[in-house]
T-cell receptor, first 113, second 114 residues
């Protein structure tokens, strides 16, 4: 059974710091991995999607990497800002059930001014 | 594009009542799904659809029904609400998750069952 784990569960950093969020998964048979952002009381916003054949994706200050063989992904946020404060979720797409997402529990990020 | 829309945003039900959570998307996506989000349990798949007229069960389908008569709409029906169905419900859509399509989520419906 696929399990997705995110460490740490919570992270507090000062503004301007570069940071890394970690995601690990137990079964390497995934189609892709997505990183989402969730603000309190809101829906999920897709940040980056990495196909299983890719190693990384970049969008602005965000860079996500994927190492399928070791079952790991990282989300790197450069020059963090208070507006980056949110919960970040990683999710892997499985082949069954049309593209079911298996989510981690999330990392709650707080960026202090 | 409005993306994925959900109504209502909030709902309070009494045990045994029924209701329908609405979900619509204007991106012509074939794949749509419903998740529930609970503290400590994360997001779990309830039902999904790979196209109009085709639906199937996810991980936690009991107590819920779905139908997909059009590409745009994918309503979720609670047949007889129970306190265990208190949760936040998210609808999602994608053009093809297995071909690299991102999944887009709606803003959610916060449901309380008393």
């Amino acid at each position: 059974k696929q399990e997705v784990t995110q460490i740490p569960a919570a992270l507090s950093v000062p503004e301007g710091e570069n940071l890394v969020l970690n995601c690990s998964f137990t079964d390497s048979a995934i189609y892709n991995l997505q990183w989402f952002r969730q603000d309190p009381g809101k829906g999920l916003t897709s940040l980056l999607l990495i196909q299983s054949s890719q190693r990384e994706q970049t969008s602005g200050r965000l860079n996500a990497s994927l190492d399928k063989s070791s079952g790991r992904s990282t989300l790197y946020i450069a020059a963090s800002q208070p507006g980056d404060s949110a919960t970040y979720l990683c999710a892997v797409t499985l082949g069954g059930q049309g593209g079911k997402l298996i989510f981690g529990q999330g990392t709650e990020l707080s960026v202090k001014p | 594009n409005a993306g994925v829309t959900q109504t209502p945003k909030f709902q309070v039900l009494k045990t045994g009542q029924s209701m329908t959570l609405q979900c619509a998307q204007d991106m012509n996506h074939e794949y749509m799904s419903w998740y529930r989000q609970d503290p400590g349990m994360g997001l779990r798949l309830i039902h999904y659809s790979v196209g109009a007229g085709i639906t199937d069960q996810g991980e936690v389908p009991n107590g819920y029904n779905v139908s997909r008569s059009t590409t745009e709409d994918f309503p979720l029906r609670l047949l007889s609400a129970a306190p265990s169905q208190t949760s936040v419900y998210f609808c999602a859509s994608s053009y093809s998750p297995l071909a690299g399509g991102r999944q887009f989520f709606g803003p959610g419906t916060r449901l309380t069952v008393l």
